[in-house]
């Protein structure tokens, strides 16, 4: 018999599947190692489940956990020398996605360092920069700033694409 | 084109996964026990290679019985003693990532990682700075290695020293473009 805690926080999961594989697709380049951020984020939202008041929303909440595990699990992959070769990166895009622009957006993303990666998927989820705040424990204007400075580098990374 | 142009592009994109299925999904939650599958795997494969070392120094003390120079026993000993309290440091750091509260802010996660990151990479540093100090003092006190021909004092010690000079450059290059990453994401 399913646990009705544990199906509880399935259906909650359930309705953000969207986002977290798009976090996972953001941080992980691999579909196996994808999979594995995806089991690690599950696996550490489910740890944490039973202590979550409700006090910020469900999504906000799982954002964190989900980008706190995408950041740290990486660092164990480049801690160990894990490396991805960028063509690989392009070719699995050019793969996965049959629109160009859409091929070219993730191509942008991948250019950005960790971090820049994180307000960009909070951003692009058309989160207000008081929810992103929450999410990094930046202040709200320290959000605006970064986001400036994350959009012209995109901008410059775009048009080096030729796009 | 900039980055909101492509608003619409990232809502409308798919990520296929193998767990969409919300029963699978909710078995999945059910049977999880454990985590952090990866990084222990990868610290008990450093630890077996370790391991392998040493028992390959041992086989080659059998083999070798007399004829092996004291020297090698004294580095052999002192590299031993010197990976322990770093790999004490590494396991540490393991297992702290794994019960990190995960829930909480990146911001507040980030300063407590930063901490303690740094640290470990002192403890990296300074193992590596003592234990050549020690080797460099058992080898001058050491009859079979002062006996060597010069040639070869002279490139061991060049090495030791060349790895002295490096230890701290090299931590830069490796570890410490993440620092700045972080460093600069938590400058205000």
């Given amino acids: 018999m399913t646990d009705p805690l544990a199906k509880q926080f399935s259906e909650q999961v359930y309705n953000h599947l969207g986002i977290l594989h798009k976090i996972c697709r953001t941080y992980k380049k691999d579909p196996d190692d994808r999979n594995d951020l995806f089991q690690e984020i599950v696996y550490n939202a489910w740890k944490s489940y ?24 990486n660092r164990k992959d480049r801690f160990f020398g894990k490396t991805i070769d960028v063509e690989l990166i392009q070719h699995n895009v050019a793969a996965e996605v049959k629109d160009d622009n859409t091929a070219l957006l993730w191509m942008a993303i991948n250019k950005l360092d960790e971090l820049e990666k994180s307000i960009v998927v909070l951003y692009l989820e058309e989160l207000p920069y008081k929810e992103i705040s929450e999410i990094t424990g930046l202040t709200e204007n320290h959000v605006a700033v970064k986001l400036t400075r994350i959009k012209s580098k995109m901008k410059k990374i775009l048009e080096d694409y030729g796009a | 084109m900039e980055l909101d142009d492509l608003k619409e592009k990232w809502k409308t994109a798919t990520v ?31 630890m077996a290679f370790v ?88 080898f001058f006190t050491d009859g079979d290695f002062i006996a060597l021909p010069y040639k070869v004092k002279v490139t061991a010690v060049v090495y030791l020293v060349a790895v002295f000079l490096l230890t701290e450059p090299y931590i830069r290059m490796v570890y410490g473009k993440r620092i700045a990453v972080f460093e600069n994401f938590l400058k205000e």
């Avoid at chain 1, 039973?50 to 799982?62: A, C, D, N």
């Avoid at chain 2, 029963?23 to 952090?36: E, W, Y």
């Fill in chain 2, 51 to 138: 391991a392998v070392a040493y028992l390959g120094f041992i086989w080659l003390v059998l083999a070798m019985g007399d004829s092996m120079f004291s020297y090698m026993y004294k580095l052999v000993a002192a590299t031993g003693i010197a990976t322990v309290p770093v790999s004490w440091r590494m396991y540490k750091s393991q297992r702290w990532i794994n019960s990190m509260d995960y829930t909480i802010d990146m911001r507040s996660n980030m300063v407590a990682f930063l901490s303690y990151y740094k640290t470990t990479l002192r403890w990296y540093q300074w193992s590596t700075y003592i234990i050549i100090l020690v080797i460099l003092v058992l």
């Fill in chain 2, 16 to 46: 296929q996964s193998s767990v969409d299925i919300k029963d699978v999904l909710t078995k999945k939650v059910s049977s999880i026990k454990q985590s952090g599958r990866s990084i222990r795997r990868v610290f008990y494969i450093e």
């Fill in chain 1, 50 to 73: 039973p202590r979550f008041e409700g006090r910020s929303k469900f999504s906000t909440w799982l954002y964190r956990v989900a980008l706190n595990t995408a950041l740290y699990q």
